[in-house]
């Protein structure tokens, strides 16, 4: 695993969401979400969790359409970064450099590359330090959400995607779900950094494309409670599947269109994986537990629809 | 309402339902959902919630197939069933006397009859006392339910029933369903006794027919951990709804289906309505929130299917 | 009981606190405990629950001096004010009519009265509606209180202050602490009208006073979050006991101090008491689990301190 | 920090209790918190909690007298023991190793030594696999412990045993307590190496004694579940303190004493400290809120008690 790295990343650490009306965006995420609001310019606004102490962990930018403008990841030294850009170069993978604050507000140098999947990824070390309110209820509103957990992308081929993760980026896999065929096909995966169920999973769905970002609350009462709040304010229709519990990671989970389709799960309850050689947990795909622990099957919707993803070269040209 | 009426109806009390075989409905009532078995004979169970100081809120009868035998409403006092049974005389309504003792164990004198609505009433003053146990925690197991709260019935016409409960019985209504046509139609009613919500639902649909029995639990944890009970022991087709919030009454609710079919609500945190003149709060027939206040609608089976009724005078054949 | 009784006392219905800094009172109230305020004059603020359908729970007063204005009970109709007059009248105790509109706003006429424990009561039966925010969660704030539900009040003698409520004005008694002497002496009653554990408790101690004033909550999440945003906001020494589970009642509790020392309970999980003939629970004055359930003892200045009562007849001069 | 050093501590993983009779602490750990047991000796019950997938995170050991028999902290891989005894050899200290089978069941090679601040302290790296029952709720009872989460240890130099910890071992720290004097003096440190906010306390106090062990419980409910439970099983005493929550850590917590009095704390809820360079948290050791963010203070007992350490080497001899 990564003990053969040269690099260490520690985590899903932001995304950034495509949004086409900036104010609605603020009206769902902040004002009925209650994520914070770090920072905000014409065209985007920097959220995070209350148990964040860096600069954001959401991104939302003004764009013509939705999509998902990267995904980006930590890592634990600005070397790291370099050893990465080496690993790259040696598979002929395109990436480019990301100069603190030409793009994005109150992160470092970021390496950015779209990854033999499709999907905008980004690397960084340095982010500004944020006020830290994880002592200051007063300002947990809404759902209380604490910080971003994982990523859920759609792929095409779950295998040679998890290979990309586990070989070359260092993931360990935590749980798996596959056919029963008589060989059996790989279906989908959850593949952690930090000790966690995962910071991503993959899912086999026609890809590249963003299933949902999951963010992490305190409780179940967070999200029974949001889905009051949500009821109470007209988002009726936001409100995809859910509340209920997950078979694969045990969490309790709820999960939310946002105003331009985005899906976004509030997620609490899986557990910690500290340990070396965490056997994965393995999933049969006909198991009507596997999605939801108390059997409600989830809606076509959710199996169908996701976000589209940009390619990170994109914006160089809009940028000249 | 009452003022008016020279008996006093304090509260729905107990539910006796058919079941095919004892042992299952005994590890399902008592070893998963936690309700406490006060007494037992070789056909019958008696249980009663944890906050319950009487004998039994719920019985379970041996028979060869699933059915209610009655449902059960205490009065104030033992001159009140003599009333009753001349407001039954005066309408040329049938009814029968049980004797303490001789069809149902820890019961004083009851009065039966076949409502006009088809369904198989029986009222009674005197209960035996049962150990309180809402101070030992560590009997409080499974879905920790409190007490019995309310009956939900299939009626064919829903305006005629409810005269029946309101201008005969007392009862007064807290909320409703009607549908939006030009001269709207009652739809379902939600009628009280006891200063909550209700005791007696009443919806449309093919009746007589009992669509369930509400029992009252503590808080939403002991729903969502019911469910997580029953999803760990193989119960998994029992959840047939929920948990969610309903608009109507605004109750936290799991629908469960015992081993027989018979349809089970655990139900927490509606309201007090003690005050006079309570205005009922009308919903409308097409409002997406009336049954779920998050929106998801029910399945097909919760609007269908439901519990038949027994006739109060099958049964004193089947002594002689 | 009651039933011999020619009127019919509803509930403990708001409470009016003195206080002497009404905008130091509205953020304690108001901004943090998340009361609803439904009117507000030069010198008064009325505050509901968010379970309230009527114009208030809670009047704050702004007064050179901290002190309870009075106690306030809802009748079931207007006729039964008359009926209490009638009694006070055979018992020789004055009394005064306040009118509508002239001492408080959003009520009818009352019936106020020094009672013969020193208390300064009143009676009413008409109260303007509110608008019901049951169902708005997005305005479920601080606390989430959503009604009034006891007062508790220091009496010299409480086998007589009991007599007066029981044997004249129809309470219930549900819970008593007695002393283990030979002959026991009844030092604590909890005494109902709604079908709750308490409407009234009158405790041993240097009377008239009010100890406190019970508002409801809808779950034990309430109070935790209650005391996190207490701390957060620097209401430190609000706090004086618990969050704790009451042996007596069962209720899960936090005691907090207003900004003028008047004591609140934020309070919930007792249980119904609508079956007749409820015997009342004993409590040995030695019991360590009597006032907590957990064992740990309540604060010295929980004992001794408690707000000073005014006279119903005073204001009649200062509005001469 | 670790990035230095040739071995890698992963966390807190078992404690050792010596208890004077082992039926009384089985029905303390076992049948009331609800540990599970996974294997038993004549004279030894080994305990996991529900997310555990290895054989224990608890031995209670029957002795003459109450005492710790070890501190146990899993590494990386094997051969990191072998890098620790070179540690340790370096500095002179005397360390053995514990052969599989030899002392305790379901564990690999283990290396114990007395550490210089006199606590008997244990690395290993394999452990037997335990039934995963995360998934199994009917099994999750009482505290529904998930697993060992920290050590808290008396010492009489603070600073001098940080350095012990975070010097030679690589601990980071995540928060520490220090008093106002000109020139500060620690007075407490929170150490971790998994990400979360420790795995060992350090508090001033008379050394070498462990102050207490933490338990992992999966939501604040858990907590106040189990102070219901000890008050309805006769547990009064054993409840010292909370449940409440900790300034420091900002954990809600329930400190509870065993029937030998080591003390034991469920906890809840503090934070991931994945990134690197956290910065330590610093409390002023006059701060109320420090200890209990509420503000209420802990007990005497609480302040002075802890449990006396064994030495590693003493049962050699016993063995020959």
Redesign the interface.
Known sequence: MSEDLDFDI??SAHIELKVTDLERSREFYVKTLGLVETEATSNQIYLRGV?D??HHCLVLTEAAKPSVGHLSF?V??EKDLDMLAKLFNGGKLSYRWIQPGSLEKGQGRALRLQDPLGFPMEFFFEME?AEWL??????HLGARI??IDHFNLFVSDVKEASEWYVKKLGFQCTEYTETEDEIPKLWATWLKR???VHDVALMIGSGPRVHHAGFYV????AI??T???????GY??S?ERG???H?IS?A?FLYLRDPDGHRIELYT?D??S???G??PIRWKLND??RQT????PAPESWFKEASEVDSVFQEEAAQD
Not at 218 to 221: F, G, S
Not at 227 to 233: I, Q, V, Y
Not at 293 to 296: D, E, P, Q, R
């Open positions: 520690l985590r148990e102490r860096s930590r634990r030294t330090e994880w002592q200051s209820f007063d300002r604490m910080r930090k000790p966690t305190p409780d179940q009462q029974l409670r889905a009051d709040l949500l009821a109470s304010k009726l229709r409100m509340p209920g519990r078979g045990n309790f309850g557990y910690l500290v340990d070396p965490w056997k009507p537990q622990f108390w059997g409600a």
